[in-house]
């Protein structure tokens, strides 16, 4: 029994080493193609959206799988992040690319890659690249990913609601103008001044 969860550790840290690497190199690699430049911000994004693609289905998958799963979350990182930045969306740290759309990535690959032999449901689904007698984990997947996005839909609504209407959803047009960092942080986040000096 002990040896089982041993095993399963094992593969759980080769595969979420796996796919945070080739995510990584994947986002870095694909942003200097589109822009000739070697970009901190994109490996370091990337590998983030390798970790978090894989998050899901770390214990059910087998390398090559963990593999792919972060190659893929790297394409699905980089259109959720052009996508906000056509919509206009305001999101600097790319972090709804980064969590929520490799994260829906992840959980959709798990109904994709779980190895029948890894998986952990008692009716015996797992991923329908693998043969088997209940390829039918991705209909699952795409329950519970409805399920999720209508919860966070509602709860968020709720939240932001309140916020909105209780006056605290934005700051004074002069905070924003000051920024954040000096007005509640008590000092400059970037060095603005010296970058200026610079260039």
Not at 31 to 43: Q, S
Not at 47 to 60: N, R
Not at 70 to 97: M, N, Q, T, W
Request: hydrophobic share 50%; glycine share 12%; net charge negative.
């Amino acid at each position: 029994f002990v040896y089982e969860y041993g095993r399963d550790l094992a593969r759980v840290c080769v595969t979420t080493t796996l796919s945070a690497g080739a995510c990584g190199l994947t986002v870095v690699l694909t942003t200097y193609f589109m822009t000739h430049v070697w970009d901190v911000t994109a490996v370091s994004n990337g590998i983030l959206a390798g970790l978090v693609s894989i998050t899901a289905g770390c214990v059910v998958m087998d390398p090559w799988a963990s593999i792919l799963t972060g190659i893929l979350g790297g394409f699905v990182y980089i259109g959720a992040s052009k996508l906000l930045l056509k919509l206009k969306i305001d999101d600097p740290l790319d972090a709804f690319a980064v969590h929520g759309a490799s994260g829906f990535w992840g959980v959709f690959a798990v109904g994709i890659f779980c190895r029948p032999e890894y998986s952990y449901n008692l009716a015996g689904s797992h991923g329908f690249v693998y043969p088997g007698s209940k390829p039918d984990l991705l209909g699952i997947q795409i329950t519970a990913l409805v399920i999720e996005l209508g919860w966070v839909s509602v709860t968020s609504a709720i939240m932001f609601g309140i916020l909105k209407v209780t006056g605290l959803f934005r700051v004074s047009a002069e905070v924003e103008e000051a920024g954040m960092d000096v007005s509640k942080h008590g000092g400059d986040a970037y060095n603005m001044a010296s970058s200026k000096l610079g260039a």
